[in-house]
């Protein structure tokens, strides 16, 4: 059993990688939910049960049926609460959207930006169309229409479309302004990039431009906004949790320091050992414990 489920997901990963897009139906009990990489895909899911939703720095908690939409970007996780979940889930990659027109607003939309709403609550009328698109999305996928991609980005912009029309859940806290909402989605999206468990993935994010980027925010807003609620900037952030996790990986692994090096993002060894004098004074070897 426990071969054919692994097989059954590498089939899903290879399949969503190939097409840049997947819609399938949710099962009783969510916690079998598809295994795939977050990271490099949104994700609209609309499901009918009770879960608790942590997206950035707000908590969800829902009954009911909803619409989530997620950001690649945008740190998120998400509790079932109810034993049994139903729904249907849309994966797909900005690549495959870009295409569409209106590609360059999803980011921009207030359902996948920062201080968005990415919650709705459905009414039965509203869930039986878009379980309709859904449905229509999971058969299309299967067909061998030339034009099949075209058509599964016409749902999902009609899916956003319709959202739009909603009106918006706001069961959540909005006392935080912009500054200490960008800065905490900032530092969870620092700590989410650690630990460094292994040689072959290394640190992507290094740079505080590429935490805007990914944020989609401009670098001096974000490091303005950083700076003003916690008094450092944010490369001062990305540097120290960098030294920290390089401490860690010369007192607690085997690695060598050149793949220490590697595995924090740093082209070569010697950058690596010159930034870590820098900022602590000493040399990446003389950090390593001593040998009895």
């Known amino acids: 059993?426990?071969?054919?489920v692994i097989r059954v997901l590498s089939e899903f990963n290879n399949e969503l990688k190939l097409q840049g897009f997947k819609a399938f139906q949710i099962e009783d009990d969510s916690n079998s939910t598809r295994t795939y990489s977050r990271k490099d895909f949104y994700k609209i899911c609309l499901t009918t049960g009770k879960s608790k939703?942590?997206?950035?720095?707000?908590?969800?908690?829902?009954e009911g049926t909803i619409l989530f939409f997620g950001n690649p970007h945008i740190p998120y996780s998400w509790e079932t609460i109810s034993t049994t979940y139903?729904?249907?889930?849309?994966?797909f990659s900005a690549e495959f959207f870009k295409?569409?027109?209106r590609s360059e607003s999803l980011q921009h939309s207030s359902f996948f930006k920062i201080g968005g709403t990415p919650?709705?609550?459905i009414n039965a009328d509203q869930r039986n169309f878009l379980n309709t698109l859904f449905q229509k999305m999971i058969s299309e996928q299967e067909s061998d229409y030339t034009y099949k991609d075209e058509l599964i980005r016409n749902y999902i912009s009609l899916i956003i479309h319709e959202s739009l029309k909603m009106e918006p859940s706001e069961n959540y806290d909005q006392n935080k302004d912009a500054a200490s909402r960008l800065s905490s989605v900032f530092l969870e999206l620092l700590e989410r990039q650690f630990p460094i468990e292994t040689t072959s993935n290394p640190l992507h994010l290094r740079t505080a431009q590429q935490y805007a980027q990914h944020l989609n925010v401009h670098t001096n807003y974000l490091n303005r906004m950083v700076k003003e609620v916690t008094g450092k900037s944010t490369t001062t952030h990305i540097t120290e949790r960098v030294i920290t996790e390089a401490k860690a990986l010369l007192q607690h692994t085997d690695w060598s320091i050149s793949e220490i090096a590697y595995a924090l993002g740093f082209e070569y060894p010697s950058y690596f050992n010159n930034f870590?004098?820098?900022?602590t004074?000493?040399?990446p070897k003389s950090f390593r414990p001593t040998e009895v």
């Open 276 to 279: 870590f004098k820098k900022n």
């Open 53 to 62: 939703i942590h997206y950035a720095d707000k908590t969800f908690e829902q």
């Open 86 to 91: 139903i729904g249907y889930t849309i994966l």
């Open 1 to 4: 059993m426990k071969e054919k």
């Open 99 to 101: 295409n569409s027109e």
């Open 119 to 121: 919650v709705l609550n």
């Open 281 to 283: 004074g000493t040399n």
